[in-house]
């Protein structure tokens, strides 16, 4: 069964400044994607990226970007220039094609300080 | 308005009562998803069906159960009430094809059990 880990429950970072959050997950498959979420208070889930397995780019996203190791079965998230907006937990997600969910880690609760 | 709809957005019940909550997906997307989200633990995946069969089954509690209908809305009904149900419970669909591969959750609905 896979699984995902998020290894931070909580991090904070200063506004304008750049915070990674770790994420690392367990698979037997070859083709999957990986998502990260962003809950804010309101508790919406939105979809903040996306990564292709099969693609060797990391994906970037306005602010948001990620390092994908694929071997290392890695996949954290860098916000630059962090927002207040951006405080918020978020959850790391893994898909794996024929497992018909999306699994989630245990989220990493985000503070922006002004 | 992520497209995918869930109603009541909020509800309040007593113990060993009956509830139906109601999920919209997205225009196109054949694939519905269950989650419930309690206060303590991450997205728990409940149930998928696409297309109005059942494909995926998580640790949904025989008391509750699902349903997919032609239309493809679906309705979570949960029965025989306990505090320990109170939770977010998230509606999620998905389109499983190309550069739009990914989930699309709805705004919850938040059940109070008392």
């Known amino acids: 069964a896979q699984t995902v880990t998020q290894s931070q429950p909580e991090m904070s970072v200063q506004e304008a400044e750049t915070v990674t959050l770790s994420c690392t997950y367990d698979t037997s498959e070859n083709n999957y994607y990986l998502f990260w979420y962003k809950q804010p208070p309101s508790r919406q889930m939105i979809l903040v990226i996306r990564?292709?397995?099969?693609?060797?780019q990391n994906a970037t996203e306005n602010r948001f970007s990620v390092n994908f190791q694929k071997a290392a079965k890695s996949f954290s998230l860098k916000i630059s220039d962090s927002q207040l907006g951006d405080t918020a937990m978020y959850f790391c997600?893994?898909?794996?094609?024929?497992?018909?969910?999306?699994?989630f880690g245990k989220g990493t609760l985000l503070t922006v300080n002004p | 308005d992520s497209g995918v709809t869930q109603t009541p957005k909020h509800l309040i019940t007593a113990t060993g009562q009956r509830v139906t909550l109601r999920c919209s997906p997205r225009?196109?997307?054949?694939?519905v998803y269950w989650y419930q989200q309690s206060l303590d633990q991450g997205l728990q995946f409940l149930i998928q069906y696409y297309n109005g069969e059942e494909r995926a089954k998580g640790n949904i509690l025989e008391r509750f159960s699902a349903q997919q209908f032609p239309d493809l809305h679906s309705e979570l009904n949960l029965s025989s009430l306990e505090l320990g149900d109170s939770a977010l419970y998230f509606c999620?669909?998905?389109?499983?094809?190309?550069?739009?591969?990914?989930?699309?959750f709805g705004s919850g609905t938040r059940l109070t059990v008392v």
């Open positions: 999620a669909s998905s389109s499983r094809t190309g550069d739009n591969y990914g989930y699309t």
């Open positions: 990564q292709e397995a099969y693609k060797q």
């Open positions: 997600a893994f898909d794996g094609g024929s497992n018909y969910k999306l699994t």
């Open positions: 225009s196109g997307d054949l694939s």
